[in-house]
T-cell receptor
């Protein structure tokens, strides 16, 4: 089944404790992206990647890192999480930029 | 830079009534436009998209949207809604000249269909 998977789905952590949210797609898509969703703000793009080893900042990259060492994986790294990063995070992929984006199920992160 | 405004945060409507969800965007260049739907506790699904060509775009579940360049709008419509259409709807835009560029979302419109 074609899908985007994220892990974990739920995470509660404390300020400053490094964490990684994994994202994987099995559709051989070139383009992958991370978003955060906050009430009233819609989705805001954190980082995107047009291909392996090619990443770029979105609207709200501060406090986040990404890497794209393999085509299928695009992990989101929070080196020192803070409470303002409490949010619902979505990973998405598409065959190419501008194409239909397929979204993962979301990761709900709470930073205490 | 591009931006998207969804003028209504909530739209209540009775079942079988028509509905229009409004979306306006701003961009200095040509754009691609999208509507996504998010059902409760789920990720987003694409409803429809405009890349080029006909300005009237038909999507899944009976939805359609019309691209109006002069008014910089991309309103979503459905002639008769069902209870199952209750969800949050997001309009999004990306710059056509730089495929793969940022996708900017509006704040979302919560459609509430009442029996």
């Amino acid at each position: 089944e074609a899908q985007v998977t994220q892990n974990p789905r739920y995470l509660i952590t404390v300020t400053g404790k490094k964490l990684t949210v994994t994202c994987s797609q099995n559709m051989n898509h070139e383009y992958m992206s991370w978003y955060r969703q906050d009430p009233g703000l819609g989705l805001r793009q954190i980082y995107y990647s047009m291909n392996v080893e090619v990443t770029d900042k979105g609207d709200v990259p501060e406090g986040y890192k990404v890497s794209r060492k393999e085509k299928r994986n695009f992990p989101l790294i929070l080196e020192s999480p803070s409470p303002n990063q409490t949010s619902l995070y979505f990973c998405a992929s598409s065959l190419y930029g501008g194409g239909t984006q397929f979204f993962g199920p979301g990761t709900r992160l709470t930073v205490l | 830079a591009q931006s998207v405004t969804q003028l209504d945060s909530q739209v209540p409507v009775f079942e079988e009534a028509p509905v229009e969800l409004r979306c306006n965007y701003s961009s200095s260049v040509s754009v691609y436009l999208f509507w996504y739907v998010q059902y409760p506790n789920q990720g987003l699904q694409l409803l429809l998209k405009y890349l080029s060509g006909s300005t009237l775009v038909k999507g899944i579940n009976g939805f359609e949207a019309e691209f109006n360049k002069s008014q910089t709008s991309f309103h979503l419509r459905k002639p008769s809604v069902h209870i199952s259409d209750t969800a949050e709807y997001f309009c999004a835009v990306s710059e056509a000249r730089n495929a793969g560029n940022m996708l900017t979302f509006g704040g979302g419109t919560r459609l509430m269909v009442k029996p």
